[in-house]
């Protein structure tokens, strides 16, 4: 397939350009899945986020990359007082998140240029390591930063974790999906994922809501076994996944609503035909 090809995942039924995003505008929010290191992706999100716009004028997007105690310095960047350089600077982009900041900055920019909010979805590393480790039960109230407690993973969402995350291998302590060693590392994802189910419900579930687009990396939308579940237990039932697809990467049914075919990163060898 060429690259701008959408298709549904497992069949690779075509769909049309216009046809997804049409279907998107009508969501509560949208999903749009990243490798945090590929250009490529950021890329596609920001024309995806372009087309949704002359759809719904009202868009806010939200981004994994920022905690939502940035928000004010995303207002200052959205408002046009800051610089790129003083921007980056005091949304600590080089601790907070750390990729290449150019990857980001042509869907920042576009933020910008339109004047459409922007929020941060995140939370502090230290919840989730805390989580982690202690259990949301034993999170002191005054420091869960508004958010409430996951709705437990399912055996689905726990195999796809132990999966991506290697599988059952020599020396590894959990040798399942439902080892309770692999308890921890769940319990810690997922902080991740209500943190950004929050963060959007906030927003979609409000009067005269706007559609509101999450920048979030893949592995948190995948099957819609993390954010997307924990929306659906918040009450925002009406969310689509929309996913890059590189080639050489899996589409299996269920993985998402959507996918749109990447072209070739630099170095890769020209796809056939």
């Keep these: 397939m060429t690259p701008g090809t959408w298709f549904t995942p497992g069949t690779q039924a075509p769909l049309s350009h ?3 995003l049409a279907r998107a505008a009508r969501q509560q929010a949208v999903l749009l899945g990243e490798s945090h290191d590929r250009a490529e992706n950021h890329r596609w999100q920001m024309h995806v986020c372009a087309g949704l716009l002359a759809h719904r004028p ?11 105690r940035l ?7 959205v408002g046009g007082t800051l610089s790129e ?22 869907i920042f920019r576009f933020a910008r240029d339109f004047g459409i909010e922007m929020i941060g979805l995140n939370c502090r590393r230290a919840l989730v390591a805390e989580v982690g480790r202690d259990g949301w039960e034993n999170i002191p109230e005054d420091a869960r930063e508004g958010l409430s407690p996951a709705a437990p993973a399912t055996a689905a969402y726990r195999q796809y974790l132990f999966d991506i995350t290697g599988g059952r291998r020599e020396g590894r302590a959990a040798q399942s999906a439902d080892d309770p060693a692999f308890d921890r590392f769940v319990r810690a994802q997922q902080t991740w994922d209500r943190a950004f ?17 999450g920048i979030i990396g893949r592995g948190h939308l995948e099957f819609r076994g993390g954010t997307p579940f924990q929306l659906d237990h918040l009450g925002i039932a009406q969310t689509m996944v929309l996913l890059p697809h590189a080639r050489g990467d899996s589409h299996h049914a269920g993985q998402a609503d959507a996918m749109c075919v990447m072209p070739d990163s ?5 796809a056939a035909g």
């Design 18 to 20: 216009q046809e997804v």
């Design 58 to 68: 009202d868009l806010v997007l939200g981004f994994e990359m920022f905690p939502a």
């Design 71 to 77: 928000n004010p310095v995303l207002a200052d960047w």
């Design 85 to 106: 350089a003083a921007f980056l600077e005091r949304a600590e982009w080089s601790t907070v998140w750390g990729f290449d900041a150019e990857f980001y900055m042509p």
């Design 197 to 213: 189910a929050c963060r959007i419900a906030e927003r979609a579930a409000a009067p005269d809501a706007p559609l509101v687009v």
């Design 266 to 270: 630099p170095g890769q060898p020209a």
